[in-house]
Nanobody, 116 residues
Framework: QVQLVESGGGLVQPGGSLRLSCAASGRSFSNYSMAWFRQAPGKEREFVAAISWSGGKTYYADSVKGRFTISTDNAKDTVYLQMTSLKPEDTAVYYC?????????WGQGTQVTVSS
């Protein structure tokens, strides 16, 4: 069974940091593009960051560029999202996503709340 399981969310004060993890299992994702999306209450799901397992090339939404870093640990089949300088507007449910052509998978999401 293919699974993407996120963890690491929580409550953090503005300016703080969190690291999200996405553990992938059930198949090989070596040729997949891995990404993080987020969805705030009342808003559409939006792209945050992406990385390829093989090349390590990364992409970021303008809103998180310079603050968030996406990375992979191939040995652990895990994708990370290191988030720093967090702002209240970063509050959302963060989802892990894997895609190869029309084949895609989503995790269940992890809540990140940035508040004082």
């Amino acid at each position: 069974q293919v699974q993407l399981v996120e963890s690491g969310g929580g409550l953090v004060q503005p300016g703080g940091s969190l690291r999200l993890s996405c553990a992938a299992s059930g198949r090989s994702f070596s040729n997949y593009s891995m990404a993080w999306f987020r969805q705030a209450p009342g808003k559409e799901r939006e792209f945050v960051a992406a990385i390829s397992w093989s090349g390590g090339k990364t992409y970021y939404a303008d809103s998180v560029k310079g603050r968030f870093t996406i990375s992979t640990d191939n040995a652990k089949d895990t994708v990370y999202l290191q988030m720093t300088s967090l702002k209240p507007e970063d509050t959302a449910v963060y989802y892990c996503h894997a895609a190869l052509g029309s084949d895609e998978y989503w995790g269940q999401g992890t809540q990140v709340t940035v508040s004082s």
